[in-house]
């Protein structure tokens, strides 16, 4: 059964400092994995979604990479901003059944 | 503007009383699925549909009916609410072209069953 593992728990950095979050999976039968930012209280924004092909995913300050052998992904953020503070998610699509499976996340806190 | 909607946002029902939550997309997806959020155990998938009259089960569907007649709507079903299913629920899109699609989430409905 897939098992997906975000690490840190939570984060809390100064403003402008790169990070780096992490996501595992246990898996690696997979289509997809996605990214998403999560609010306190609001819905999902999804950030990057890197096909199971693909190395790695650019946006802005965002840049995602999966090594699909390892069961990895991290999503890496260049210098952060205090609007960066919310929860961050990941998210894997199992072939064989279309399943969708989420880490619990990675509360990020940036101190301005 | 492409979107994902589920109605009601807020509802407060109690126990037994048989309830439908709306999910509409206008991206003419074929995947639809439907989580629901709860502190400490995260996002959890209960149903989702592959296309019309396509649906299976996902980590939590105790409770909880779905179907999918129309491409465009999925709704979910709680035939006789519990407390227990007192949560943040999200719908959820996205293409299964030759490539998986990214996901796209509606802004969630929040259920409370007493």
């Known amino acids: 059964k897939q098992e997906v593992t975000q690490i840190p728990a939570a984060l809390s950095v100064p403003e402008g400092e790169n990070l780096v979050l992490n996501c595992s999976f246990t898996d690696s039968a997979i289509y997809n994995l996605q990214w998403f930012r999560q609010d306190p209280g609001k819905g999902l924004t999804s950030l990057l979604l890197?096909?199971?092909?693909?190395r790695e995913q650019t946006s802005g300050r965002l840049n995602a990479s999966l090594d699909k052998s390892s069961g990895r992904s991290t999503l890496y953020i260049a210098a952060s901003q205090p609007g960066d503070s919310a929860t961050y998610l990941c998210a894997v699509l199992n072939t064989g059944g279309f399943k969708t499976i989420f880490g619990a996340g990675t509360r990020l806190f940036v101190k301005a | 503007e492409a979107q994902v909607t589920q109605n009601p946002r807020y509802l407060i029902t109690v126990t037994g009383k048989k309830l439908t939550v709306t999910c509409s997309q206008n991206m003419n997806h074929e995947y639809m699925s439907w989580y629901r959020q709860d502190p400490g155990l995260g996002l959890r998938q209960i149903y989702y549909?592959?296309?019309?009259?396509?649906?299976d089960k996902g980590d939590v569907p105790e409770g909880y009916k779905v179907s999918r007649k129309e491409k465009r709507n999925f709704p979910l079903i709680l035939e006789s609410p519990s407390p227990n299913q007192t949560s943040l629920y999200f719908c959820a899109s996205s293409s299964t072209g030759r490539l998986a699609g990214e996901q796209y989430f509606g802004p969630g409905t929040r259920l409370t069953v007493t």
């Open positions: 890197i096909q199971s092909s693909q």
């Open positions: 549909s592959m296309n019309v009259e396509v649906t």
